[in-house]
């Protein structure tokens, strides 16, 4: 049976993400200069990971709080959630995604331009621009990202109080190491939407990166974590 309201959380707490996360860059192109200084990555990280807290204690018992196709996927392989209802979810977090990133548009249509409302453009000079580095950065930012919600969010003897913080709190670390390299995903739907509102073809060159690493790192990771720590669990329960 399908969860239309689980669909509509997953939208909600989408779009706050792609609002709050992207409006962190723009903000900081506008305060700090459009460069990575340590301000501006401290800000954007903490952007990204603050609404990911927030979002995650809100939504978290409606709809599991996914938030991404890279949690999703991993959840019906896993058969956490059934098929159609993982469809849905996909479906309305990349609506949410491109509703929040046109709103953004709207608000902040010059200086938002600039940084393309907070698109992420492929892998950086620290890496080399290599294509194979970055997927390799994002597989690897989103296998940890599973981690920790796979034995926080769903291991049955994790304490639930604090799941929430410490998602958002990976999430926060993440961005920290991540923001210089290749921008950080982890999140098809975070990436995606600034590229479709932008329709800059440099984007759309490297949105595969954003699509494949994180899918790949998050079945991983969560296949991992599901057999050999939160399966035997399920059983001793």
Do not use: C
Not at 55 to 71: C, D, L, Q, R, T
């Amino acid at each position: 049976m399908v969860n239309p309201r689980a669909w509509l959380a997953e939208a909600i707490a989408t779009f706050g993400l792609v609002f709050f996360g992207p409006l962190s860059v723009i903000l900081s192109a506008a305060w700090f200069g459009e460069g990575l200084s340590t301000e501006a990555i401290i800000f954007i990280s903490l952007g990204h990971g603050g609404i990911i807290v927030l979002m995650v204690y809100a939504f978290g018992h409606v709809s599991g709080a996914h938030i991404n196709p890279a949690v999703t996927i991993p959840m019906m392989i896993l058969k956490k959630i059934s098929v159609k209802d993982g469809i849905g979810y996909i479906l309305f977090q990349i609506m949410g995604a491109i509703i929040a990133t046109l709103t953004l548009q709207a608000l902040f249509p010059e200086i938002g331009k600039k940084v393309f409302w907070g698109a992420h453009g492929g892998p950086s000079e620290l890496l080399g621009n290599s294509m194979m580095s970055g997927l390799a950065v994002e597989i690897i930012l989103t296998f940890f990202l599973l981690v920790v919600i796979f034995m926080t969010a769903v291991h049955k003897k994790a304490p639930k109080q604090i799941y929430g913080g410490a998602i958002g709190g990976m999430v926060f670390l993440l961005h920290l190491v991540g923001v210089p390299l290749t921008g950080a995903s982890m999140n098809p739907a975070r990436s995606f939407s600034p590229a479709v509102v932008a329709g800059d073809t440099g984007l759309w060159e490297v949105q595969w990166l954003y699509w494949v690493g994180p899918i790949i790192g998050g079945i991983i990771g969560a296949v991992i974590m599901h057999y050999i720590y939160t399966k035997p669990a399920e059983k001793e329960a």
